[in-house]
């Protein structure tokens, strides 16, 4: 569901300028995403926060970072206020745990089917995050599945949370 006026818990999409971003896109297209509109995706948390993965580790920061460009916040219809603080709470837990550019590197070799040995405990650690794993971990942690088509855990990009959350046609 689109939200018009983001609330803590709801997931911030967004794009990201230069070559991190054509990084991203490069490493969503190797996904099958195609090179959408979205490359990043952060939790807003209460008082305009937000936390997000990013390559210094997780960190909390002001909502108005973003103020520069178009973000697009979703979250799943019908959450309750209790929902969205579990979200945020957990969300917190993740401050500081550092990014991993090799992710889109593991979940590319996984969605090519290599055999690489260990590469599932590896996606789904919780020692290294990309910003979409941490955002579907934290509603996960909060008893809330977002996707429920036997994807390994930690296998997301920030376009299959708009597939899932933002795309009208689902």
Not at 84 to 112: G, Q, T
Request: hydrophobic share 35%.
């Amino acid at each position: 569901m689109i939200c018009t006026e983001p609330q803590p818990g709801d997931i911030g999409l967004t794009s990201i300028t230069g070559p991190v971003g054509r990084l991203i896109q490069i490493g969503q297209w190797l996904n099958g995403d195609g090179f959408g509109p979205y490359e990043h995706a952060f939790i807003v948390l209460p008082d305009d926060q937000l936390i997000e993965a990013e390559p210094g580790g997780a960190q909390v920061a002001p909502l108005s970072e973003y103020d520069d460009r178009e973000v697009l916040y979703v979250s799943p219809a019908g959450l309750t206020s209790a929902q969205r603080e579990a979200i945020v709470s957990c969300a917190l837990k993740y401050r500081d745990v550092p990014y991993s550019f090799l992710d889109y590197a593991a979940l590319a070799a996984h969605r090519f089917h290599l055999p690489v040995p260990g590469l599932r405990t590896y996606v789904e650690s919780t020692g290294h995050m990309i910003c979409s794993q941490l955002c579907d971990r934290a509603y996960m942690d909060a008893g809330i599945q977002l996707f429920d088509d036997g994807r390994w855990e930690g296998y997301v990009t920030p376009m299959d949370l708009y597939d899932q959350l933002a795309d009208p046609t689902r």
